[in-house]
């Protein structure tokens, strides 16, 4: 997909409206997915959490108590600008750390994490298996892996109607209030695209993760997926 190759600027044109459409377009779902992700986690001292973009995850994780210090990475300046004033305004920024890194490319020593999350961004890796990998190696033996991402329900009715739904009007939502054209299709293609359930723990284990399972919501719009190294 064209749009993975310039996924930085992407984010960068869309990080204004960014956090509203998710809560809007998701109504407001996406905050009960994280809250449950999170909730799967073990307490750990520290956690790296990729693909952070507005750091609602580090965030989220942090309230839960589930690790001591986050480092979070993005390849969106603007992104991470927005997750850093919100990190400010709970004063946790002794507690996260918002950096810069390619998901393909991670400057960290291996083993340097109890704990790797990622939030709706591995789709977006302009390599996948680059970028698992790389969450792969910088993990501590034993350590946490933890994924949310999109998928598509099982049951076929509904399906019929998330299809209509992520295919015609939350593009149209996305580009009104983004004013972007061509984002939110290529969200909505993304999700179609990419790997979920077991195929995506098949990848995990293949990689080299260890029990790694999934666990739908919301009658699988989306997943929750988990491993160890």
């Known amino acids: 997909m064209q749009e993975k190759h310039d996924i930085g600027n992407l984010f960068n044109r869309i990080a204004d409206t ?3 459409l998710n809560h809007l377009l998701s109504f407001n779902m996406d905050r009960y997915w994280r809250k449950k992700a999170v909730k799967r986690l ?9 693909a952070t973009g507005t750091a609602d995850l580090s965030i989220e994780i942090l309230r839960q108590n589930k690790a001591r210090h986050i480092i979070g990475t993005d390849i969106s300046h603007a992104m991470m ?3 850093i004033q919100k990190i400010n305004r709970r004063k946790y920024a002794d507690r996260i750390s918002l950096l810069y890194a390619d998901a393909s490319q991670l400057s960290f020593e291996d083993g340097s994490f109890d704990a790797v999350t990622c939030a709706y961004g591995v789709r977006n890796f302009s390599d996948c298996q680059k970028g698992l990998k790389e969450m ?14 999109f998928s598509y329900p099982d049951n076929a009715c509904i399906r019929k109607l998330y299809n209509c739904y992520f295919t015609r009007i939350l593009p149209y939502i996305g580009r009104k209030i983004s004013k972007d054209k061509t984002a939110y299709s290529y969200f909505c293609q993304s999700v179609k695209e990419f790997i979920w359930g ?13 029990s790694a399972k999934y666990h739908p919501l919301t009658f699988g719009i ?3 997926y988990t491993a160890t190294k």
């Open 136 to 149: 792969y190696r910088v993990l501590k033996d034993g350590g946490q892996l933890l994924i949310l991402e």
């Open 81 to 83: 600008q927005k997750g």
């Open 198 to 210: 077991q195929d995506m723990t098949q990848t995990l284990e293949h990689i080299g993760f260890k």
């Open 42 to 50: 073990q307490p750990c001292n520290t956690l790296l959490d990729v």
């Open 222 to 224: 989306t997943t929750i």
């Open 18 to 20: 960014y956090d509203t």
